[in-house]
T-cell receptor, first 120, second 113 residues
Framework: GAVVSQHPSWVICKSGTSVKIECRSL??????MFWYRQFPKQSLMLMAT?????????EQGVEKDKFLINHASLTLSTLTVTSAHPEDSSFYIC????????????????FGPGTRLTVT | GNSVTQMEGPVTLSEEAFLTINCTYT??????LFWYVQYPGEGLQLLLK?????DKGSNKGFEATYRKETTSFHLEKGSVQVSDSAVYFC????????????FGTGTSLTVIP
């Protein structure tokens, strides 16, 4: 099946620094990638939808200047948490949707293993 | 709008017990329905899915049937194992809402020997 990887799997950083998280589709092309945030023992919250070659679409309440998303190629999207603070500590999960398919069909999303961010 | 309501946990069962985790949905249109599983410290893995009414998804002994009349997609397993301990998420996706996924809040399952 399709594989999505994330790097790093766990990062600890100091307050005020920026952290970049990579999401890669390893064996398929993904025009669309999604970034989710998961708080402990809670469900996934969609942060933004990232389309290759265009600006990301952010969900209401998500600061686009704080969570910078770049989808530079069909296999890579990055999320940069700028000036991180302890409240940004969370589990960040990306998912990718395959390029192929006919209009009107539901595409399956493939999820990465997640990145645990701890801001001290 | 679209939403998913899941049975609240945590759920604790003895090994070989029968499992049911309830999931109901609200959707405009005809969504596809999914169950994802998340093991501790890991991302989500697709467990099973169903794309139209009356479809039954199955995998690793788990089953769920897409019931349009009751807008439900309950997860069942006849005999759980300790290794099934995880968090289970019900989700829906509909093409007419941009293929966005809507997740339930997750149900934590612990299976004790």
């Amino acid at each position: 099946g399709a594989v999505v990887s994330q790097h790093p799997s766990w990062v600890i950083c100091k307050s005020g620094t920026s952290v970049k998280i990579e999401c890669r589709s390893l064996d398929f092309q993904a025009t669309t990638m999604f970034w989710y945030r998961q708080f402990p023992k809670q469900s996934l919250m969609l942060m933004a939808t990232s389309n290759e070659g265009s600006k990301a679409t952010y969900e209401q309440g998500v600061e686009k200047d704080k969570f910078l998303i770049n989808h530079a190629s069909l296999t890579l999207s990055t999320l940069t948490v700028t000036s991180a603070h302890p409240e940004d500590s969370s589990f960040y999960i990306c998912s990718a949707r395959e390029l192929s398919g006919s209009p009107g069909l539901v595409y399956e999303q493939y999820f990465g293993p997640g990145t645990r961010l701890t801001v001290t | 709008g679209n939403s998913v309501t899941q049975m609240e946990g945590p759920v604790t069962l003895s090994e070989e017990a029968f499992l049911t985790i309830n999931c109901t949905y609200t959707a405009t249109g005809y969504p596809s329905l999914f169950w994802y599983v998340q093991y501790p410290g890991e991302g989500l893995q697709l467990l099973l899915k169903a794309t139209k009414a009356d479809d039954k998804g199955s995998n690793k002994g788990f089953e769920a049937t897409y019931r349009k009349e009751t807008t439900s997609f309950h997860l069942e397993k006849g005999s759980v194992q300790v290794s099934d301990s995880a968090v289970y998420f019900c989700a829906l996706c509909a093409w007419n809402t941009g293929n966005q996924f809507y997740f339930g809040t997750g149900t934590s399952l612990t299976v004790i020997p």
